[in-house]
Every structure is written in C-alpha cells, then in structure tokens.
C-alpha cells in the first residue's frame, strides 16, 4: 500500500498527539529507558541527549515505547518526551543551506549526529534550526521526519 502524503498543520497536531507511530524528541538530558512499561522494570539504557528525535511505536497507561535512530526500543514515561519535533543528520558531513535548493548559500556545515529542531519539510528539504541558525538540509540526510510527511 502506498503511503500517503500528509500535512501536519497546527490544527492536526492535536489529534496526531496521539496517533503511533509518531515522532517526539527527549525533553532532558538524562532519560531513563526501561525494559517494561512501568518503574519496576530495569533501566536498560540512559539517553544523555536532550532533544534527541525518537519514534513512539506504542502506549500503555503514561509509558512510551520509543526507537532510536539506531534501532534501540525501551519504554520511557512520557514527562521524559516533548512534542517539539528535532531531527537528527545522519552520515556524513551536511552544508546547511538558506534556500532549499542545492546551489544555495551554505550558512552553515553540519556534522553527522547532530540534532536540530524541525521548522518545514518540503518533498525533499527540511528547515531546521541548529544552534540558533535556520537553514535547510536535504531530507534524505535526516532522520525523525516519515516519508512523505510534510510540516509547514
């Protein structure tokens, strides 16, 4: 089945809130990753970076299943998680540009693994804001943001 192109508008991100999967990102600088839904279950990893994009896959009572961008899952409890979409560059090195377009003025390189704040997706260009510039990279070279998702 093909996907569907969706439009993420103020008013459909309430009731996309709630919808799984959906992406979040880690509201401080140390979360707890568990191996159940609940406090009774054993940390199984410690997340250090705030605002790290994650994948909700499901929901029990407060709790989150998330992924990473490596493949990880653990259950985390949802005071640990933010709305604010952030992405994360993969690969290599990413000349962030001030137009969304190839022949654009570099503002700034980007390292792979660094984290950004999601401003607008086009079909293949995403406006991000990284360490107070904004600018655009190519969608391919990041992730937290679905395949034919748009936000503007």
């Not at 008013?11 to 880690?26: D, G, H, K």
């Not at 022949?103 to 950004?116: K, L, M, W």
Request: charged letters at 25%.
């Amino acid at each position: 089945m093909a996907a569907s192109l969706s439009v993420i508008t103020p008013e459909l991100r309430a009731a996309e809130a709630s919808a799984v999967p959906r992406f979040a990102a880690i509201r401080t600088g140390e979360a707890n990753l568990r191996t159940g839904p609940g406090v009774r279950y054993p940390i199984e990893w410690v997340f250090v970076h705030p605002h790290l994009p994650v994948e909700i896959i499901a929901e029990y009572q407060a709790w989150r299943k998330v992924r990473d961008s490596e493949g990880t899952e653990g259950w985390m409890h949802q005071s640990m998680l933010s709305g604010r979409r952030s992405v994360l560059v993969t690969s290599k090195p990413q000349a962030m540009r001030s137009d969304p377009a190839p022949d654009a003025r570099i503002v700034a390189q980007i390292e792979p693994r660094v984290v950004g704040y999601l401003m607008a997706c086009t079909d293949t260009w995403c406006r991000v804001e990284i360490a107070d510039r904004k600018g655009w990279l190519p969608r391919a070279a990041l992730w937290g943001i679905y395949p034919g998702e748009t936000i503007k």
